[in-house]
Every structure is written in structure tokens, then in C-alpha cells.
């Protein structure tokens, strides 16, 4: 197939998906995924029932698959490009902030998956993904302090804070992104360096 007809039928592709994600996140705002139909999407996206199937095979796979891909482009957007001359600390920051930004930008989409409580799947699956990142900064906060140990225990001290951010983005959506991006991350990591102070001392 011609390279310029493989774009074309790509675009088709996510302009349909596109469609659907949409008509799914308003649907959303009237009712629980309990009482959502194929049809019921389908002509909110203004397509046809075999569009649909031809994209998902159902609505939990639909589910499944638009997780996944928040979670991708949740991925990419923290990654970035790395800023070479900044400590891991400042990394760890800047992370967060991408990721606020990231949000604040989809916010019509988080605002409703993330602070509806009706689509707990996309909760679920920014938390596993949020515990990952924060175990694994832990970890290695652990190899290059070992002269130091954590007061609170290790997998409490993961919950907590992949709860509480997850916690807080969710409550700052839920009242309409009163502070920017910039400023929650500042405030998220002054607490998180602190709780941090607090929870380790030397051997």
C-alpha cells in the first residue's frame, strides 16, 4: 500500500477513535457506563454500530484500550526530553509538573475520568501507574542514601504518596484547575520534601 494511503486510512483511524473518546466522555457527564450502549455512542459519535466494531469489540474493551492509551500519552508527556543540567530531584519536579500539564490541557477528558468517580478504571490504572514511578524513585533515593532509612515503612510511605497525588489532582479538577500547573507542583513537591525530612533519619 502507498505510504500516502496508509496515512490517509491512519488519520480515518484516529479521527474515528477520536470521535467515540468524545461522544464516550460526554455520555459520561449524563450517566454511568452501566447504562451506556454501542448504539447509544455510536450515534453520539455519529457513526455506525460496524464503525464501532471495527475499533473495539466492546465497551469494556473500549475501556481497556482508551486506559491504555492515557496512560502512553500520560508516559510520553512526564518523559520529555530530559533537562540534562538538572539534579534528580529537579527531575522528579519537572515530571510533575509536565504531568499537571498534561492534564490541565485534556482537561475535559481527566475532569470527567478522573473526577466523576464513574469510570474507575482510568483511576486505577494512573494509580498503578503512579505507585511504579514512585516506588521506583524511592528505591532510588534508598541506593544512593543507604546511611539513611525511612522512619515509615516502605510500601506505606508508596500509597500515601500515589494516593495523595492522585488525590489532589483529582480535587483540583473537581474545582475547575484554581492553581496552574506550575504552582501545584511547587506545592505538591514542598510537601512531598518535607514529608520526605520527616520520615528519615540517619542510622
Known sequence: MPERNRE??????????????????DLLQEMDIEKMSISRIAECATINRVTF??????????????????????????????????????????????????????SKFYTVVLGSRRA??????????????????????????PQHRAVVQKDIA??????ALIGTIAAWLRHDMPYTPSYLAKQFYLLITQMKKETCEPD
Open 158 to 163: 508508596i500509597w500515601y504518596g500515589s494516593s
Open 120 to 145: 474507575p478504571i482510568f483511576t486505577e490504572r494512573l494509580l498503578r501507574l503512579l505507585t511504579e514511578l514512585i516506588s521506583t524513585r524511592i528505591e532510588e533515593l534508598e541506593n544512593e542514601a
Open 8 to 25: 490517509q486510512i491512519d488519520r480515518r483511524i484516529l479521527r474515528t477513535r477520536q470521535l467515540i473518546k468524545d461522544a464516550f466522555i
Open 53 to 106: 466494531y471495527l475499533h473495539y469489540r466492546d465497551i469494556p474493551d473500549m475501556l481497556n484500550k482508551m486506559s491504555d492509551e492515557m496512560i502512553h500519552d500520560i508516559v510520553l508527556a512526564m518523559n520529555g526530553d530530559p533537562d540534562e543540567g538538572s539534579a534528580a530531584e529537579g527531575q522528579d519536579s519537572l515530571k510533575l509538573l509536565r504531568l499537571l500539564e498534561h492534564i490541565a490541557e485534556h
